[in-house]
């Protein structure tokens, strides 16, 4: 964020200022992991983080927020916002309006000027932090889920077989959407169609998550602001068998799971390169989810196969069942 960005946040009896946004609601650090302290995590982050009061007073201000405001913890901890910010500042404005709403606000190009900091343009970016026991507890296990995956997976050098079980894949697919209806595709319809017939897959549960994951979200990039719609879709293919990629040998795949969008499509001078590592049209891409998801799935001995057209592009995973000598153990 910088000295170009600011983001505030408000509680009922205090408030943090968080990177990004002013933030109306009571809010808690929980389901950490024991040895993260949040104060340490908070502290080293890049960005300004205040604690403030619903008066406005500050509790606490990170090592980012000493170097914005240009004091030091201990001179700011008592402090008025008003003290430093102009009263007719728009900071004020849209954290009012957070507190009275509760709805989140994003503001780009706001200016702060005072005496002491001098002008400057900032991106404030506003959501409420209200207790909500489900999302907290959605986020605290994607956190672990993501520091487990992140421990087992360095990059794409890790070449030990994954430790594989049976997986209800329904299970992981909705653990999937509601991250993605809580965060990144929150503006965009799921359409679900399951067999709920449907065997278990022979699979490791946290990299299947991280790979419908990025495919959701590679979805959800590629739809339009209104009208955009993201299908999740399973079922059973009985006798089909699919050659696997640097192999001559066939298997039996039978369980077929399908991320599908409306967006405008993958470009024709990608498609060839889609699951190669750094390949993106994106901005600010790093070309390397979907290559992810190509090494999980390989791992996995299964196969991913898409077909793109303007309004409908459509993900195919294929994937094993639980063998007979799993099932006997």
Known sequence: MGRDELGTAAAAGRSAALPGGFVSGSFRFTGLPRDVDPATLLGAMPDPVLVVDDGNFILWVNNAGEQFLEASAATLRGCNLSDLLPLDSPLFSLIETVRSSGSSIAEYSVPIETPRLGAHVMTIQVAPLVEQPELTRLICDESERIVALLDRMEAFSDARPIERTAVNI?????????????????????????????????GNHDMLVQVFLNLVKNAAEALPDHGGEIGLSTSYQQGVRLAVPGSDSRVHLPLVVAISDNGEGIPEDLRAHLF??????????????????????????????????????IFRVFLPTVPAAAVAR
């Open 170 to 202: 329904h299970e992981v697919l909705e653990r999937v959407r509601k991250v993605a209806h809580t965060g990144f595709a929150r503006h965009h319809r799921f359409v679900e169609e399951y067999d709920p017939s449907l065997p278990s897959v022979f």
């Open 276 to 313: 190669d590592p750094f390949v993106t049209t994106k901005r600010n891409g790093t070309g390397l989810g979907l290559a992810l998801v190509a090494k999980i799935i390989g791992d996995h001995g299964g196969v991913i196969e898409f077909d793109s057209q303007p309004r409908r592009t």
